[in-house]
C-alpha cells in the first residue's frame, strides 16, 4: 500500500533553473494539497486541488505552478528557483468533499536552491 | 481565517513520565475537525489522533489522549508513559469539512531516559 508518493526525496538547484516536484496517490482520494516546512514556521499550504481539474492557491503560492494531471497525480512546478524556496515540500491527499477528512502525506522533498 | 496556535516551541519530559502539548485555535465555524500530527526525525508525517468538534468525548488513542475544550477553543495532547520513540515534533492541526489544513508551528518533544 504505496499510499502517497513524492519523487524527488532531495534535489540541489542552482539560483533561476527549473523542477517539477512529482506526486502521486492510489488511495481515490479527491483532494491534494502541496506544502512548504521551514524551521519555526509550521507548514503552510502552497497550492491544492479540491477535485481533479481544479486547483487554487493557498498562503504561499508565488513562484509556483501546479497541474492536477489526472486523479492520481499532483505535480508542483518551481519555475525560476529562488533561495527562499529552500524548504521541506510535502504532498498530501485526503477524501474530501465531506468525505473522511485526514490528509495523507509523502516523505517529503528536501529542495536545497543556491 | 482560521489560525493555530501553540505556544510551546520546546518541551521535554522523562522516559514513563506523562507531558501536555497546548494548542489553541481560532474560527468562527461551528463543524471542524483538530488533529495531531507526529514527524520524527524520519520527516514523515504520522497521524497521531483526531477529534470532531461535535463530539463532546475527547479521543483517545493509546497513550495518546486530547483535552478538547470548544467554548475555550484549546486542543491539548496529552502522552502518557512517554517513550523514546515519542521523541518527534508535534503540529496541531484544524479544519472543516470543506477547507485545508491550517497547521500551528509545532512543539519539538524530547524524551530523555
Known amino acids: 500500500n504505496a499510499g502517497v508518493t513524492q519523487t524527488p526525496k532531495f534535489q540541489v538547484l542552482k539560483t533561476g533553473q527549473s523542477m517539477t516536484l512529482q506526486c502521486a496517490q492510489d488511495?481515490?482520494?479527491?483532494?491534494m494539497y502541496w506544502y512548504r516546512q521551514d524551521p519555526g514556521m509550521g507548514l503552510r499550504l502552497i497550492y491544492y486541488?479540491?477535485?481533479?481539474?481544479?486547483?487554487d492557491k493557498g498562503e504561499v503560492p508565488n513562484g509556483y505552478n501546479v497541474s492536477r494531471l489526472n486523479k492520481r497525480e499532483f505535480s508542483l512546478r518551481l519555475e525560476s528557483a529562488a533561495p527562499s524556496q529552500t524548504s521541506v515540500y510535502f504532498c498530501?491527499?485526503?477524501?474530501?468533499?465531506?468525505?473522511?477528512?485526514?490528509?495523507?502525506f509523502g516523505q517529503g522533498t528536501r529542495l536545497t536552491v543556491v | 481565517a482560521q489560525t493555530v496556535t501553540q505556544s510551546q516551541p520546546e518541551m521535554s519530559v522523562q522516559e514513563a513520565e506523562t507531558v501536555t502539548l497546548s494548542c489553541t485555535y481560532d474560527t468562527s465555524e461551528n463543524n471542524y475537525y483538530l488533529f495531531w500530527y507526529k514527524q520524527p526525525p524520519s520527516r514523515q508525517m504520522i497521524l497521531v489522533i483526531r477529534q470532531e468538534a461535535y463530539k463532546q468525548q475527547n479521543a483517545t488513542e493509546n497513550r495518546f489522549s486530547v483535552n478538547f475544550q470548544k467554548a475555550a477553543k484549546s486542543f491539548s495532547l496529552k502522552i502518557s508513559d512517554s517513550q523514546l520513540g515519542d521523541t518527534a515534533m508535534y503540529f496541531c492541526?484544524?479544519?472543516?469539512?470543506?477547507?485545508?489544513?491550517?497547521f500551528g508551528k509545532g512543539t519539538m518533544l524530547l524524551v530523555s531516559p
Open positions: 492541526a484544524f479544519m472543516t469539512g470543506y477547507s485545508t489544513l491550517t
Open positions: 498530501a491527499s485526503s477524501e474530501g468533499g465531506g468525505g473522511k477528512p485526514e490528509a495523507f
Open positions: 488511495m481515490n482520494h479527491n483532494s
Open positions: 486541488s479540491a477535485s481533479e481539474g481544479t486547483t
